[in-house]
């Protein structure tokens, strides 16, 4: 290992943790969250955290890039999409395109599992699924996923398991969508 890579590694974790996945609505709602540390060890300080991340956040436009902000001590990246608001936060020293790349793998596969209408009504119809997503995502704070495909291939799969709100006819669309989104990644 020469100079070079050793001081590009200096100061970045290891071992990419997340702290937390939050779901929030335009209002700054609760929707879906996920918590992975004990930072925040009452439901009154995640809900502090949460408007006190929203109301930073909300002025801007983060709807057409992942945004990234420092906000006590944590890195947290977002992006919003209708009128949903996707966060994820990790430690100061947490590389920021790995936060990205957890939050945009998120984005899509809620995306597929709710058939593009991406907004509120229908998170809240299918939070199950959205719930599920953040189980295949992290779990205690390590990266398990992050391609939307296949944790949206991986929640559908666990729904149709369990005979839970997916019938057969939407998880075939949920897959066939998730293979499209698959085909043209590959051929890029």
Not at 23 to 45: F, H, M, Q
Not at 170 to 188: D, F, N, P, V
Request: net charge negative; proline share 1%; with cysteine.
């Amino acid at each position: 290992m020469g100079v070079e890579s050793g001081s590009i590694m200096r100061g970045q974790n290891l071992n990419p943790t997340i702290k937390n996945i939050l779901l929030l609505d335009s209002g700054g709602g609760r929707i879906a969250v996920k918590y992975c540390t004990d930072e925040w060890p009452t439901n009154t300080a995640k809900e502090a955290f949460e408007k006190s991340v929203f109301t930073k956040t909300q002025k801007t436009n983060a709807r057409t890039e992942v945004e990234i902000a420092m906000f006590e001590s944590n890195i947290v990246v977002y992006k919003f999409v209708q009128d949903l608001h996707f966060f994820v936060t990790g430690g100061e020293d947490e590389n920021e395109l790995i936060l990205a790349s957890v939050l945009q793998g998120f984005i899509d596969a809620v995306g597929l599992l709710l058939r593009g209408n991406v907004e509120k009504k229908e998170a809240l119809e299918n939070l199950d699924l959205i719930l599920l997503c953040l189980d295949e995502i992290v779990d205690g704070g390590i990266i398990l996923e992050t391609d939307g495909n296949v944790i949206a291939g991986k929640v559908a799969s666990h729904s149709f398991d369990s005979g839970a709100s997916l019938s057969e006819q939407t998880l075939g669309q949920a897959l066939a969508t998730a293979r499209e989104h698959l085909t043209r990644s590959l051929l890029k």
